[in-house]
C-alpha cells in the first residue's frame, strides 16, 4: 500500500512538472516576442527614415525632367520656324541686292579663281527640334578656304548626335552684306557627308553604308575683319551655333 501511494504520488509530481515546464515555456516564448516588438529596430527605422525622403526626390527630379521636356517641346517648333522663316525672308528680300553688289548670280558655276584665304571654324553646341534620350552633345571643327568671289570648300570633324565620329565635305558660297551695309551674310553648302553607321543608319537620308549627301543654311554676323558668327540649319534635325575666324 505505501509502495501504491508513493507510485501515485510520483506519477502526480511529473504531471505537475510537464505542466509546469509547458506553462513556462509558453510564457518565455511569449515574453521574448513581447520584447522584441517593443525594442527600436534601427534597420527598419533608418528605411522608415530614409525611403520617404528619397521617394520624394525622385518624385521631384522626375517632374523637373517632365518639365524641362514639355518646356523644349513647346518651344522647339516656335525656334525651328523662326529660322526658317528669318533664312527665307532674308534670302528672297536681298537676291537682288546681293546679286547687283557681286554681279553674280545665286546660281552661277563655281569659280574658285582669285583672291582668297582660310577660315577656321569651332561648334561647341547644337540645339535638337525633337530631344531624345539618345541624343550626346554634338561638337564640330573644320576649314574652309573661302574666295572674294564668295564661293567656298572646306570640310569638318564633328561628332553626331548619337556619338558617332564624322565628317563632313562641301563646296558652297557666301553672301555678304545681304541685308543693306550690315555686317549680317547668308551661305550654303553641300556635299558628301560620312558617320552614321549601324542601328543609326536611317538617321540621315539616303545613306549607304554610313554615306550619304550633306546639306547646310547658315545665317551669320560678321563682327569684324576676322571674326564672326552663325547658325547652321541641320535639315529638319535642330540647329549648329558655329564660331569662325577669318585667316588673312
Not at 41 to 68: G, Q
Not at 82 to 103: E, M, R, W, Y
Not at 189 to 207: H, I, Q, T, W
Not at 211 to 237: E, H, I, K, M, Y
Request: hydrophobic share 40%; net charge positive; glycine share 8%.
Amino acid at each position: 500500500m505505501f509502495r501504491k501511494k508513493r507510485s501515485s504520488l510520483e506519477e502526480k509530481l511529473a504531471v505537475a512538472a510537464v505542466t509546469t515546464s509547458a506553462w513556462l515555456g509558453v510564457g518565455l516564448s511569449a515574453s521574448c516576442r513581447c520584447l522584441a516588438s517593443n525594442q527600436a529596430h534601427p534597420f527598419k527605422e533608418m528605411n522608415k527614415s530614409v525611403n520617404p525622403t528619397r521617394r520624394a526626390s525622385e518624385a521631384k527630379l522626375k517632374y523637373l525632367k517632365a518639365r524641362i521636356s514639355r518646356m523644349k517641346k513647346y518651344t522647339a517648333w516656335p525656334l525651328r520656324a523662326f529660322f526658317v522663316a528669318l533664312t527665307i525672308a532674308l534670302g528672297f528680300a536681298t537676291a537682288p541686292a546681293t546679286s547687283q553688289a557681286q554681279n553674280k548670280s545665286w546660281f552661277s558655276a563655281p569659280d574658285f579663281s582669285g583672291e582668297s584665304h582660310w577660315r577656321f571654324v569651332l561648334s561647341p553646341y547644337s540645339l535638337h527640334w525633337r530631344p531624345s534620350d539618345e541624343h550626346e552633345s554634338v561638337y564640330a571643327i573644320g576649314a574652309e578656304q573661302q574666295y572674294d568671289n564668295g564661293w567656298l570648300y572646306g570640310g569638318s570633324y564633328f561628332r553626331n548626335s548619337f556619338g558617332q565620329p564624322s565628317g563632313y565635305l562641301y563646296l558652297g558660297k557666301r553672301y555678304d552684306q545681304v541685308w543693306k551695309d550690315t555686317p549680317l551674310f547668308l551661305q550654303w553648302s553641300a556635299g558628301l557627308m560620312y558617320g552614321y553607321r549601324g542601328k543609326y543608319e536611317d538617321k540621315v537620308p539616303f545613306n549607304n553604308n554610313g554615306f550619304s549627301p550633306g546639306a547646310l543654311v547658315s545665317v551669320g554676323w560678321q563682327f569684324n575683319r576676322t571674326t564672326s558668327v552663325q547658325l547652321n540649319a541641320l535639315g529638319d534635325a535642330g540647329v549648329m551655333f558655329q564660331l569662325s575666324y577669318d585667316w588673312r
